[in-house]
């Protein structure tokens, strides 16, 4: 950490013996690896079971479902923390999406015998699970989703498609987000369980992104795609309510991921002026990087200082989704703008792709993006703002 970072005080003695657990695996099980994912379109599966062994799986599930017992979205920071700090955003979007994504609609709404079938195999690292929400022509718009899973006696059968899912070409189960009754509108969504060889189930990948190559993005089609109506969690037609429910965990999640990859940037930006020269000067030493630098440290820890709340918001359960959408929008942007000054200090070097900083200007683009635009944050604010 540089001279003027400030202390972080909502961590405890717990958070920190967990986090030298998930730096040692970041360490030695994920940074070794990450130009050999890249190359090949997505992480080894391998990757999951020693993360669950460890305890990084599942974080808040019960122990005899293989979780670790403990609803604190602090550990779940600290695991973002250790993956970003070694440069492995794009694990994040592995890890941290079945924490933050998967795993929380499972917790809270599986029955025991889908807890026994999936949660507990998903949170040992024996599974792989996905999210699948996002449509080719509905993306932050939830309410345009639409795929259906229309009930056929004790069935369900699904009809659409699905695109950008993180995860997609491995995964074992998915979350798929449905219309089971298509004329009641917000109130005909449910949330239906698809394993991967169900038939009429295909999905087409990796799909190519500017960033983020490690991570496996597919598009999933279901043609009359039949499985059993046993596997809705929670209730039926209940859908729209739990994602709204769980989208502040999500958001929050992309904004500590966020916060975490641009503090290494700038701390390697950092680095990079103290140690180049031009004209016989450090490039630290003149004046219009140093005013670079110090407008820069001042963001980060402003922005942090704000993350941090929401962090502890989240650890209580206090976190809205007002407030999650305010994190999610101003740290992914302020992200952009950080990386892109980073890359700046590089000069030419910056623009190498062996240098972190030119992997961070492209792995960090999609930040804005997913997990709910900039402009739908800020129209959620709006609304509730002006709301009378």
């Not at 460890?54 to 973002?80: S, T, W």
């Not at 695109?163 to 089971?180: E, H, K, Q, Y």
Request: glycine share 8%.
């Amino acid at each position: 950490m540089h001279p003027a970072a400030l202390p972080r005080t909502i961590f405890d003695s717990d958070h920190e013996l967990f986090r030298t657990t998930a730096r040692t695996f970041a360490e030695r099980e994920v940074a070794p690896h990450l130009d050999t994912w890249t190359r090949q379109g997505h992480v080894d599966r391998e990757l999951y079971r020693r993360a669950g062994e460890l305890g990084l799986l599942g974080i808040a599930a019960e122990d005899k479902h293989n979780g670790g017992g403990i609803d604190d979205f602090r550990f779940h920071a600290v695991l973002i923390e250790e993956l970003c700090r070694v440069g492995a955003t794009v694990v994040t979007m592995n890890l941290s999406g079945f924490n933050d994504l998967v795993a929380p609609y499972l917790i809270s709404l599986a029955d025991d015998e889908q807890k026994r079938r999936w949660l507990a195999p998903l949170c040992s690292g024996d599974l792989i699970g996905a999210l699948a929400m996002t449509e080719p022509g509905a993306g932050s718009d939830l309410a345009a989703l639409t795929t259906t899973a229309i009930p056929d006696g004790d069935e369900l059968v699904l009809n659409g498609t699905k695109t950008f899912i993180s995860t997609g070409t491995t995964a074992d189960v998915f979350l798929v987000v449905a219309r089971t009754d298509p004329a009641a509108g917000r109130k005909g969504f449910s949330i239906v369980l698809v394993e991967a060889d169900t038939p009429g189930f295909a999905r087409t990948g990796p799909l190519h992104k500017v960033g983020l190559s490690a991570q496996d993005t597919a598009e999933l089609t279901f043609d009359h795609a039949r499985v059993p109506r046993a596997n809705i969690l929670g209730n039926e037609n209940d859908g729209f309510g739990y994602l709204r429910g769980n989208l502040p965990q999500e958001r929050l999640s992309v904004a500590v991921t966020a916060m975490a990859a641009m503090r290494r940037t700038f701390e390697q930006a950092l680095d990079h002026t103290r140690d180049r020269t031009a004209f016989g000067t450090r490039i630290a030493d003149f004046q219009a990087n140093r005013f670079y630098l110090a407008e820069l440290a001042t963001d980060i820890e402003i922005a942090q200082t704000f993350v941090d709340r929401c962090v502890l918001d989240a650890a209580h359960g206090w976190l809205d989704e007002v407030t999650a959408a305010m994190a999610k929008w101003w740290v992914t942007e302020l992200q952009q703008k950080v990386v892109n000054r980073c890359l700046q200090l590089h000069g030419g070097y910056g623009f190498m792709t062996e240098y972190d900083v030119a992997k961070d200007y492209l792995d960090c683009r999609g930040s804005t993006l997913y997990a709910g635009t900039t402009e739908v944050m800020k129209e959620i604010i709006g609304r509730k703002l002006t709301r009378q």
